[in-house]
């Protein structure tokens, strides 16, 4: 039972990441840390580079490397920064920081945040989104707080490859500090088909969705995912 609701959980959050960009970490990594730990970061950032991966082939001509670049500087050192924040705390206060990350994130997008994507905005975002995504598996809020005001297909593009790229570095990162092995992959394989799913499905019924009742919803799960992470920590 366990495994069919993480897979559930999955096909959703790979369902509402295709749809706007980003999702699938900030949905199932609060879930999937009260069921099982071991499941953040490394197996939900394997399910992420798959989806990244299905989404930057399938949008590629929106892709512009010429603003990706500095979101990817400044990715490296957030990696870094990341990884040894899960080096040296433990797992109960890392479900704390990942409900807490949640929770900032949904605070910032019901705000009237505006951003631009300059040199200095895509390298801060990156910067975050590494400490973030190596920490928690929850890197997508800062770059899509910068793109929110771009085309639909622009911010599906060059949201996918920048995950691409940082889900790669993030596994390299977890693999470094001991949090990436066999253990790890093998939780992760199930996911793969699940992610999978959530991609053709979204591919062919997101027309069906208004953008108000996906955002409505998406945030509604991040609210109560969030919650239930902190509240975890004290129980």
């Known amino acids: 039972m366990e495994m069919l609701i993480a897979v559930l959980v999955i096909v ?3 369902f509402i990441q295709t749809a706007i960009g980003f999702g699938l ?21 394997v399910a992420a580079l798959t989806l990244s991966l ?8 929106s892709i512009s490397f010429t603003g990706l670049k500095f979101a990817f500087l400044g990715r ?22 990942l409900g807490m990350s949640v929770l900032a994130a949904v605070w910032l997008s019901l705000g009237k945040v505006a951003f631009r994507p300059t040199r200095p905005a895509m390298f801060t975002a990156g910067f975050l989104s590494g400490f973030m995504g190596t920490s928690t598996s929850i890197g997508g809020p800062p770059m899509a707080l910068v793109l929110q005001h771009q085309t639909a297909d622009f911010i599906r593009a060059n949201m996918a490859a920048f995950f691409v790229v940082s889900c790669v570095l993030t596994l390299i990162m977890l693999s470094f500090v001991g949090r990436f092995g066999e253990q790890q992959l093998l939780l992760s394989l199930p996911f793969l088909p699940a992610t999978l799913l959530g991609y053709w499905l979204a ?11 996906l955002r ?7 609210c ?8 975890s920590y004290w129980i």
């Open 12 to 14: 959703a959050g790979s």
């Open 25 to 45: 970490a900030v949905i199932a990594a609060p879930i999937l840390y009260f069921m099982n730990p071991d499941y953040v970061p490394a197996p939900i950032t």
């Open 54 to 61: 299905a989404n930057a082939w399938r949008f590629r001509q």
């Open 76 to 97: 490296v050192p957030g990696t870094v920064g990341g990884g040894l924040l899960i080096f040296w705390i433990d797992q109960r206060t890392l479900g704390l920081w």
């Open 203 to 213: 591919m062919r019924s997101v027309h069906l969705i208004t953008s108000r009742m």
């Open 216 to 222: 409505l919803g998406s945030l509604t799960l991040c």
């Open 224 to 231: 109560i995912a969030g919650f239930a992470a902190v509240i």
